[in-house]
């Protein structure tokens, strides 16, 4: 059995390794994007503080000590544009060589994940605006506070990831404002909770603007300032954490069923609508085990356990 699976962080490196441990004769290959495979996406923000002190920590599996560890093949920088499932095949392009290559299986398993939200306005590819979503995303981040360039940082979105950036932000002496244009903090928590937390973060030295949207990032070649629909902020940084959308665009013409959202919808056995082709992790929408409803998970342990099923 020939089984080929994209992306390799939590799902498709757990796809890959109970495979393989259940019939090591199957044939697993790995495509994935990125340089890196199976890193904690949750450890990066501490990675930014130092309370992880060392990159390496960041790494769960490297692509060659996993496919020594497992025996499945991993081949990085290889971005997936087009399925054909007529004939069962893949096509990839090879980033660095910029060649495309077709590879064939027998089961596909979807893994892809999501992509950070960067919205379309002035100044966001500015040098001092950051994502927080691979280990390369925190480690930029890390060196520019170690080379003390950021005094005054902007962090977009008061979600876990925005939260988490901020205290690690504030704990390395960086006075930093949050905002969010939601009304309150943690959207989908009680307000009780989110006020909570905002006078918690308040008592930091942490200030937070909600209902209050990003409008845009001015400044010659770096960060200078940010323009909101309150007021502008002066900042040397910018951390976006605004959001995710599940990485599917790449589907459009596959004939997979997709939600509302652009997540791959899956039956309870993390099946698509089509024949051989399975999905999981932070690209599907999952049944709600206590509503019976659809709902999105993006999260590890979410990631994980679909992996296994």
Do not use: W
Request: contains cysteine; proline residues 4%.
């Amino acid at each position: 059995m020939n089984v080929l699976i994209l992306g390799g962080v939590a799902t498709g490196t757990k796809v890959a390794a109970k495979l393989k441990r259940d019939n090591f004769a199957a044939q697993v290959t790995i495509l994935t994007k990125s340089k890196d495979i199976s890193y904690a996406g949750c450890g990066l923000p501490y990675y930014v503080g130092n309370l992880i002190t060392e990159q390496k920590d960041l790494i769960v599996n490297t692509p060659e000590s996993f496919a020594k560890l497992t025996g499945v093949n991993v081949i990085t920088e290889a971005e997936v544009t087009k399925i054909n499932p007529d004939k069962k095949e893949v096509e990839a392009l090879h980033l660095t060589t910029k060649e495309t290559q077709t590879y064939a299986y027998d089961k596909l398993v979807i893994a892809t994940g999501a992509d950070p939200i960067k919205p379309p306005i002035t100044g966001i590819d500015l040098k001092g605006v950051y994502l927080m979503r691979t280990p390369e995303d925190a480690i930029n981040l890390h060196a520019s506070l170690e080379a003390g360039e950021i005094k005054r940082a902007v962090v977009v979105g008061g979600g876990f990831i925005g939260l988490e950036v901020a205290e690690n932000l504030a704990a390395q002496g960086v006075r930093v404002f949050i905002i969010d244009m939601a009304e309150q903090i943690l959207p989908g928590f009680d307000p009780e909770i989110a006020n909570y937390v905002e006078n918690h973060l308040a008592d930091q030295g942490i200030m937070t603007f909600t209902g209050t949207k990003l409008e845009a990032i001015l400044g010659e070649e770096k960060v200078e300032k940010v323009k909101t629909s309150r007021r502008p902020m002066k900042a040397d940084a910018v951390v976006l954490a605004i959001g995710i959308r599940p990485n599917t665009a790449f589907l459009a013409e596959t004939g997979i069923e997709l939600a509302g959202n652009n997540a791959i919808v899956v039956n309870e056995q993390l099946e698509t609508n089509l024949k051989d082709i399975f999905a999981a992790g932070d690209c599907v929408v999952v049944n709600n085990m206590l509503t019976g409803k659809e709902a999105y998970s993006p999260m590890g342990s979410s990631a994980n356990i679909e992996g296994r099923i």
